[in-house]
């Protein structure tokens, strides 16, 4: 039976994910993204589903720099679920939220309800933990007049009540979840292809006028249309940056070849995180 490693404890959003996309198959969560990541590369798990990208607070920073500092692991397929948060209390709770004093939830779902806090509880502590099923689990064994904030298979899992629903800012609000796994074969997800999409990792020469211009046009020619370009830090001084590029469709024997051998005899280099299907998740 194929093992899925997810970030945990029971009751978070890649948890929620993991259990839409696949059916039977044996689940281990890991306290961080790191570990789960980890546990793909030494062969504790089969695949590893993390979060990599959400609509309002934006890229997953930790899982980009993991996967491209530290453990090499090409995306399988990605998973794109709807979220919802909800302020979550103890059972027990029977005061307003004024009498709230703290708030713990993962630093990306505090940041998604901001507006939130901000009005209806300007005087409570905001703690980060991490994960929103962490979060759950904390104020599930806690007296204290706490609150967090996490999905309603979090406030089952850890017998908590809902006490405000859908508290985040936006509404239209997503999480993009990559599906790690050194065997593509072995990732059987039976719903629909939505889209197709290839993840590229660009590192720019020394720097000099109109180099990504020149990266862009590579691209731009051929039109490829991009759906993403972020930079992010090498880690080896300031100024110096990688770029993750993700492309509209998958790869071929033409096009990406041909961008590829354009970028290097640019002096950049070029490495395919991954081609996979996109996911769309109704819950």
Known sequence: MVKIGYLGPRGTFTKLAVDTAFNGEDKQSFTTIPECIDAVHDEQVDIGVVPLENAIEGTVQLTVDYLVHQVRLPIIAEIVVPIQQHLLVAREFSSDLSEVTDVYSHSHAIAQCHQFLHKYMPDAKLYFTSSTGKAAEMVSNSGEKIAAIGNRLAASEYGLTIYQENIHDYPNNHTRFAVLAKDKQ??????????????????????????????????????????????????????????????????????????????????????????????QMQL
Not at 209 to 221: E, I, K, N, R
Not at 252 to 275: M, Q, R, S, Y
């Open 186 to 279: 072995i990732v059987q997800i039976s719903h629909e292809t939505q889209a197709e999409k290839t993840s590229l990792l660009i590192t720019l020469p020394s720097d000099y006028a109109g180099a990504l211009y020149q990266v862009l046009a590579a691209f731009a020619w051929r039109k490829m249309n991009l759906s993403k370009i972020e930079s992010r830090p090498m880690k080896t001084g300031l100024g110096n940056y990688f770029f993750i590029v993700d492309v509209n469709q998958p790869y071929d024997d033409v096009l990406f070849p041909g961008v590829k051998a354009e970028l290097e005899a640019l002096g950049c280099n070029v490495t395919i995180l991954g081609t996979y299907p996109v996911h």
